[in-house]
């Protein structure tokens, strides 16, 4: 293994973290008011996308368009009845428990991820990364809300149980 090489096995161990927190990921019940509650908060962020996109606020069009996106995800982990205050944990978790146990795409996970390190690079070490790529992620958003939606409206009991069951198997995993 080269040095800059990680394995998937290191890479959710660094994810340790995301369990102790306090504001890191925990169980909770299923909660279809907060469903409902953060599908809104997506489509308001969809809303003013359309408003920065309007104006050209490049950084605005970022965080709408990460925010549009990380609030439909954020919907889905309310209907399993999963909480996490850390965007980073979010979208681990996201793939550890949704991707692998085959309830949505990768292609999601890539995505949410792209849109947050573009709008954290841009929002907190000012790098440019051309309006080509800013309107990309914009232009992503709808349809990745879309997509999303319509996971979670179809999502079955036992994919809720599955993806339960593996979040106390991977805590058991990474806290040991």
């Given at each position: 293994m080269k040095c800059g090489d990680i394995t998937m096995k290191e890479k959710k161990d660094?994810?340790?973290?995301?369990?102790?927190k306090a504001s890191g990921l925990k169980l909770v019940s299923p909660n279809e008011r907060l469903v409902e509650v953060y599908k809104r908060k997506s489509r308001s962020a969809l809303n003013m996308l359309e408003s920065a996109k309007e104006k050209q606020e490049d950084e605005w069009i970022l965080d709408t368009s990460y925010y549009a996106k990380y609030f439909m995800v954020y919907a889905f982990f309310m209907k399993v009845g999963i909480k996490s205050e850390i965007h980073d944990c979010t979208i681990f978790a996201l793939n550890s428990l949704f991707v692998e146990e085959g309830v949505i795409d990768n292609s999601t996970y890539e995505e949410l991820e792209k849109s947050k390190?573009?709008?954290v690079g841009a929002l907190y070490y000012d790098k440019d990364f051309g309006r080509?790529?800013?309107?990309?992620?914009?232009?992503?958003?709808?349809e990745f809300c879309l997509k999303v939606e319509s996971v979670l409206d179809k999502i079955t009991k036992e994919d809720i149980e599955k993806v339960r069951e593996k979040f106390n198997v991977l805590k058991s995993d990474l806290l040991g």
């Open positions: 660094d994810y340790s973290f995301c369990f102790r390190d573009l709008r080509e790529e800013i309107l990309k992620r914009a232009k992503t958003a709808p």
